[in-house]
């Protein structure tokens, strides 16, 4: 792909009827991989309220929101999360997202990974970012691993998915800056 398909660019309050449309009609294919959502979280008033704290959070350098758009209609496709966000001799975040199912397989999640990340390193002057993907997806996996992410383990019985204890592998990418 020679030319960008997708930007990102930080949460606001005008995306909230979007992103709950986004997530109400993923809402069986995201929850195949992530933890129980409580039913509020498809609420527009949810959705408001969580862009609302995220730039709290970007401001107190808690965590990090972004939405993955598609530059040909600017549709909101996915969302981009830094959190987990540790400073002083650590410098490092977790990064997670998830993509509208209609746009799997198109390489648009991993052309966003590749920007936050950029983003993270060059804006935040973070050291190192993490993430975490169940083994039962490796779409998952691909796009961290596209992206420059590197295997590191597995964490055993990590997350809990749909009442069960989930192993996760963890991928990470360093900073390749001597400027951190």
Known sequence: MSEQQVYI????????????????????????FSPNTQEKYYTEEHQLQTIIKSKADMMEDRKYSFVMCHKENDRIIGSINLSFVVRGPLQSCMIGYSLDQAYNGKGYTTEAVKQVVRYAFDELKFHRIFGEASPQNPGS????????????????????INGKWEDHQVLAIINPSEDI
């Not at 309050?13 to 995201?30: I, Q």
């Not at 420059?148 to 964490?155: C, M, N, T, V």
Request: charge should be negative.
């Open 9 to 32: 660019r930080f949460s606001e309050e005008t995306d909230a009827a979007e992103l709950t449309a986004m997530y109400k009609r993923n809402r069986e294919f995201f929850e195949e």
């Open 141 to 160: 996996i691909r796009v961290l691993e596209k992206a420059g992410f590197h295997k590191e383990g597995i964490s055993q019985s990590n997350v809990k």
